[in-house]
């Protein structure tokens, strides 16, 4: 890859502030559960930002983190002042440990595991919306018996438990009418249960893009059940000792997120190759999850259209044993979102 000139873009910590404190006083907020006062700047080191490094994760389920970190935005933008680190989340529960362990400051999941987290005491918020996917379905191995899902009892389905693809099959049995009972679920993380299914240790699997696309082209698997709106977003989130302590850091990556969606917008066949690479598949296959299978345009703000969805999956979660209580979800509802990050979002502030 060509090496790319290096130009730095500062934003100084008060400056953001500053923007910080201008969105809260405009949308009416009340500074609330661990929010960083407004109108103060963080304390931070010589360089005017409020940490000397910056972790956050990258997946192959987030094309916009492939984006962010194969163009060096941020790097480009931070210069030598903040080292920018980079950790790959194999999962949403993988980010959620993540998140959780103060391993990573900001992390990808899905809508479904944001929610869990929060639910089961992980105090994360979310603060960007990065995709609307169709990435989880029900697939099967190429000449399987089983062809609705109502097949699925009394059989083996691998799936990631704490992910999409898990709430995506406890969704599908529910409108089945299948007790999750009669199911044996094997917990595998998202590679190993295509590997489960192509080998033959499971009569089905939860799947995931880009690895459930893969498996189509490459081993002939089918897709026994696909429901757009069983997939929840794809969330971008942040742990609360993160946001208190460098907002300035935090407004940037949200500020980068936007400035990929665009670009990824502008160049989907540059997006594919970039997805191909990092997640070593055909070309073709990542060209269908990219076009086929991933909405970019959307409303990045968390709100009402997030909520109504995790509103039909938190039950479930209840149900499933996963949360305690509805009043957990409720709660956890009440506070998952935090969106004056994304109502600030300026793409112009990140280097080209």
Not at 107 to 114: D, E, F, I, K, M
Not at 161 to 189: C, I, M, R
Not at 288 to 317: H, K, M, N, S, Y
Request: aromatic share 6%; net charge negative; with cysteine.
């Amino acid at each position: 890859m060509t090496a790319r000139p290096r130009t730095a873009v500062r934003r100084p910590a008060a400056a953001v502030a500053s923007v910080l404190a201008a969105t809260l006083l405009l949308g009416g907020c009340v500074a609330g559960e661990g929010e960083a006062q407004a109108g103060s700047a963080p304390e931070g080191d010589d360089s005017g930002w409020s940490a000397d490094t910056l972790t956050l994760d990258f997946a192959t389920y987030n094309p916009l983190s492939l984006v962010i970190k194969d163009q060096g935005w941020l790097e480009d933008t931070l210069g030598d002042d903040v080292a920018v680190e980079w950790v790959q989340s194999a999962g949403s529960n993988k980010a959620n440990e993540a998140l959780r362990a103060g391993a990573i400051d900001v992390g990808s999941t899905a809508g479904s595991a944001a929610l869990l987290a929060r639910a089961n005491g992980s105090p994360i918020r979310t603060i960007d919306i990065y995709s609307q996917p169709e990435w989880s379905a029900l697939v099967v191995p190429a000449g399987s018996d089983i062809t609705d899902v109502a097949d699925l009892a009394g059989r083996s389905v691998a799936a990631t438990k704490g992910t999409d693809p898990y709430f995506f099959l406890l969704q599908s049995l529910d409108a089945a009418g299948v007790d999750p009972a009669d199911v044996e679920v094997q917990n595998l993380q998202h590679a190993d249960g295509k590997a489960a299914l192509e080998n033959g240790s499971v009569d089905a699997w939860a799947g995931l893009d880009p690895l459930m696309a893969a498996s189509e082209a490459e081993a002939g698997s089918t897709l026994l059940y696909r429901n757009v709106d069983f997939n929840t977003y794809g969330f971008l989130n942040a742990t609360q000792d993160f946001l208190d302590a460098s907002p300035d850091l935090a407004q940037l990556v949200v500020d980068a997120y936007e400035k990929a969606r665009a670009w990824a917008q502008e160049n989907p066949d540059e997006v594919a190759a970039i997805l191909a690479d990092v997640a070593g598949i055909d070309p073709a296959v990542a060209q269908t999850v990219i076009t086929e299978r991933t909405t970019l345009d959307i409303d990045p703000v968390p709100g009402e259209a997030q909520r109504a969805v995790l509103d039909v999956v938190g039950p479930i979660f209840v149900e499933s044993g996963d949360v305690a209580s509805q009043d957990l979800i409720d709660t956890a509802l009440d506070g998952l979102f935090d969106p004056q990050l994304a109502e600030a979002a300026d793409p112009s502030t990140i280097a080209d």
